[in-house]
Nanobody
Framework: QVQLVESGGGLVQAGGSLRLSCAASGRTFSSYAMGWFRQAPGKEREFVAGISWSGGITYYADSVKGRFTISRDNAKNTVYLQMNSLKPEDTAVYYC????????????????????WGQGTQVTVSS
């Protein structure tokens, strides 16, 4: 079992930055690919960014590429999402998720392999 706790959300003006953190419990964090997803009101949950076991491979949704950066610190059991140049359309609840089944060189841009989810943190970008 893995428990995930997100933090760092809040209200920010357009063009601003936020850094989300996701702290994971368990001794096998370094064996999981990790992902960030978001869900806006009335919309489906969507993939934002993912990172492989070691952090050597990352993948981003087109909508955030060049603005968001995912990283991880396996010694601290934590994954981060640095969000720059925020836009009102980035407003959503952001979730981190752990994928325990994909190979170490893989990042999956879909919800299926992500078995563990955090409770989410609200990000609101004002115009």
């Amino acid at each position: 079992q893995v428990q995930l706790v997100e933090s760092g959300g809040g209200l920010v003006q357009a063009g601003g930055s936020l850094r989300l953190s996701c702290a994971a419990s368990g001794r096998t964090f370094s064996s999981y690919a990790m992902g960030w997803f978001r869900q806006a009101p009335g919309k489906e949950r969507e993939f934002v960014a993912g990172i492989s076991w070691s952090g050597g491979i990352t993948y981003y949704a087109d909508s955030v590429k060049g603005r968001f950066t995912i990283s991880r610190d396996n010694a601290k059991n934590t994954v981060y999402l640095q969000m720059n140049s925020l836009k009102p359309e980035d407003t959503a609840v952001y979730y981190c998720a752990a994928d325990p089944s994909s190979p170490p060189w893989t990042v999956v841009a879909g919800t299926i392999p992500y078995d563990y989810w955090g409770q989410g943190t609200q990000v609101t970008v004002s115009s």
